[in-house]
């Protein structure tokens, strides 16, 4: 267990609905990452947040936002959904939020649009 | 042309082999190099890191980096069935982790 966590487990959604994904760290971690996992594109950073301020951004679509909120949970909100948006939704975080530093995974919210 | 490139397998091999796992990257700004293993339905979780070129051991895992080839290898010996699993390799110049597409492994009884 690596005390990050995340909900829920599993969302079934339709296309152009709206869906909330939240993420808890680990304990005394400040920064929080975002992937999304799917089959032919593996493991793809969306956006990372630092003590609640936006630290960097990777591929991130308009139609996704995120934010960090003071008791240092994340949520990653995906919106007008499409069928590509379906896949593993990753929460990792770290102590100082620099990219060597090891990050600790999430057990995903595995999201199916129909 | 991707960042970081990783056959995708499937791998299967017997009990006992030795499995070699590789990545070759393009960015020289790349100076830390992990090794992460995910189980089906799981999260990833570290395996190795590795931050110089040259090896590095643990148990029946070596994690070995050639910078000048920008090429990075994960050898695992003495297999066993529960090293079934996908395996990343990941990299970084202190920036954003980039992860490779992962290797699918499994290990015959």
């Known amino acids: 267990d690596s005390g990050v966590t995340q909900t829920p487990k599993h969302l079934i959604t339709a296309t152009g609905q709206r869906v909330t994904l939240r993420c808890s760290p680990r304990s005394g971690d400040l920064s929080v990452y975002w992937y999304q996992q799917s089959l032919d594109q593996g493991l793809q950073f969306l956006i990372q947040y630092y003590n609640g301020e936006e630290r960097a951004k990777g591929n991130i679509l308009e139609r996704f936002s995120a934010q960090q909120f003071p008791d240092l949970h994340s949520e990653l909100n995906l919106s007008s959904l499409e069928l590509g948006d379906s896949a593993l939704y990753f929460c990792?975080?770290?102590?100082?939020?620099?990219?060597?530093?090891?990050?600790?995974f999430g057990p995903g919210t595995r999201l199916t649009v129909l | 042309q991707k960042e970081v490139e990783q056959d995708p397998g499937p791998l299967s091999v017997p009990e006992g082999a030795i499995v070699s796992l590789n990545c070759t990257y393009s960015n020289s700004a790349f100076q830390y190099f992990m090794w992460y293993r995910q189980y089906s339905r799981k999260g990833p979780e570290l395996l190795m890191y590795?931050?110089?070129?040259g090896n590095k051991e643990d148990g029946r895992f070596t994690a070995q980096v050639d910078k000048s080839s920008k090429y990075i290898s994960l050898f695992i010996r003495d297999s066993q069935p529960s090293d079934s699993a996908t395996y990343l390799c990941a990299m970084t110049g202190n920036e954003k982790l980039t992860f490779g597409t992962g290797t699918r492994l499994t290990i015959i009884p």
């Open positions: 590795t931050y110089s070129s």
């Open positions: 990792a975080s770290n102590s100082l939020g620099g990219g060597r530093d090891t990050q600790y």
